[in-house]
């Protein structure tokens, strides 16, 4: 008996399944034209945490449930297990020159190049998003940054992302980074001095200089490269979180 990933999977784009399989046993790749994810049915052990990580119950659990589905996830196995899995950058915002999304859309130009699995969500609205549009199709970067508009689950969105990344000139008071920093995500910031205002634990982000394309570039490299240390910085910043601005959030 194996668990099965469904059609419904197809072309979504949450992971929160691989997360927390304790076998490693779901791989990503493309079926269909479309983002998909399997199970290998010989590495699972049916222990069921998967089901209730995924948001939208496109798993089932047993290959009798979806014989079509559980023959694809079996075939589709050996191709899917030598895809890495995708390391998901988030960044959120109004789309404003002064939120600095130019600089990260630059610096994933040039990151892309190292890392193919790596993924840009960009998620708000505003007057400079057909710049930010333009810039990302002249760097020819669109199959790695996805515009998702003003959205509403923006808290499940950080869960299922990697990093999280305020690449700002100027704040007021970054209560999305605060946000990020309290589930848990690895954060890259702007230096900018209302950021270092509030992470005055410096082991709690990572910052690069404001505006300076190579030197977030340089830090998204060390993050994405250095997953122990991530997730160390973003278990300070959690902590960190809690422990002071906690009254904010709630
Ligand atoms: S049932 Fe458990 S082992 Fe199988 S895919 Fe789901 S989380 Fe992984
Ligand atoms: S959580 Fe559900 S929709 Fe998301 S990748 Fe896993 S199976 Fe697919």
Known sequence: ?????TEKCLAERYG???????VDCIHPGTYKGDVFMI????????????IPACPIDAIVDAVDKDPEYAKINADLTEEFKKNPKEIILMTLGWLHPVKGVQFLIEAMAKIVKKYTHIRLLVVGAGPYENDLRGLVN??????????????SDCRELLHISDFFVLPSLS????LV????????RTCIVSDIPQVQGIINNLKSSFLFKSGN????????????????????????????????????LT
Request: glycine share 6%.
């Open 177 to 184: 980074l605060l946000e990020a920093l309290a589930v848990g």
């Open 213 to 248: 394309v190579e030197d977030l570039v340089r830090v998204i490299d060390y993050a994405v490269s250095n997953p122990y240390e991530s997730k160390k910085v973003a278990c300070e910043g959690q902590k960190y979180v809690k422990k002071y601005f906690l009254t904010l």
């Open 171 to 174: 704040e007021g008071l970054p």
């Open 16 to 22: 929160d399944c691989v997360e927390v399989c304790p």
């Open 39 to 50: 199970i290998d049915p010989k590495e699972c052990i049916d222990c069921g945490a998967c």
């Open 138 to 151: 002249s760097f020819n970067v669109e199959e790695y940054i996805h515009f998702l508009g003003k959205r």
């Open 1 to 5: 008996m194996a668990y099965v990933i």
